[in-house]
């Protein structure tokens, strides 16, 4: 396999359940980054993380949750989420978080909040 | 602030040129990206920018002008595939505009 994997591909979970979205890299990148896209809307950033290191939070509500185990691995706990939180969740990986590499999308993992 | 701006929508017929442009205001400038993407897919890079002036990539061509927090896309000799999305993003704080939804027409 090679760049960026999402899954799963589609989600659809009530408001009291835990689910969690995962993503792995095969490129090597040390920075990683969870992005919501909602129709009419910018790509929104969530999570930064650097060599495993959280360096940036959004003001991202806490029922979402991320994890990064290593440098290939990110994840995204979901719990108790909202309607409004549907969307299309993008993650991302480039070289380093210096902002002079590209990043390199996933597929998404588009979900659906009941 | 970090706002990025670009038009909603745009359409263009096959074979001719389109240019998509892109504001942003300049605090923290690093350079500005370029992403494609396509219905229901992830964006793809298609250029970079940080210093002034034009970079050219086949068909693509992107534009920089940094006294005045101003990009352009250049797409020439379009294609039915060229429709898609275009998103133009500050590299600083990657923030993304809101992408242009380019519909070329036969």
């Known amino acids: 396999e090679t760049g960026v994997t999402q899954t799963p591909r589609h989600l659809v979970m009530g408001m009291t359940n835990k689910k969690s979205l995962k993503c792995e890299q095969h490129l090597g990148h040390n920075a990683m980054y969870w992005y919501k896209q909602s129709a009419k809307k910018p790509l929104e950033l969530m999570f930064v993380?650097?060599?495993?290191?959280?360096?940036e939070n959004n003001s991202v509500p806490s029922r979402f949750s991320p994890e990064c185990p290593n440098s290939s691995h990110l994840f995204l706990h979901l719990h108790t989420l909202q309607p409004e939180d549907s969307a299309l969740y993008l993650c991302?990986?480039?070289?380093?978080?210096?902002?002079?590499?590209?990043?390199?999308f996933g597929e998404g993992s588009r979900l659906t909040v009941l | 602030g970090q706002n990025i701006d670009q038009p909603t929508e745009m359409t263009a017929t096959e074979g001719a040129i389109v240019q998509i442009n892109c504001t942003y205001q300049?605090?923290?400038?690093?350079?500005l990206f370029w992403y494609q993407q396509h219905a229901g897919e992830a964006p793809t890079f298609l250029s970079y920018n940080v210093l002034d002036g034009l970079e050219e990539k086949g068909r693509f061509s992107s534009f920089l002008s940094r006294s005045k927090g101003y990009s352009y896309l250049l797409l020439k000799e379009l294609q039915m595939k060229d429709s898609a999305s275009y998103l133009c993003a500050h590299t600083d704080k990657l923030i993304f505009g809101t992408g242009t939804r380019l519909q070329v027409f036969p």
């Open positions: 300049t605090s923290g400038f690093n350079g």
């Open positions: 991302a990986s480039s070289q380093d978080r210096q902002g002079t590499g590209e990043l390199f």
């Open positions: 993380y650097s060599l495993e290191e959280r360096v």
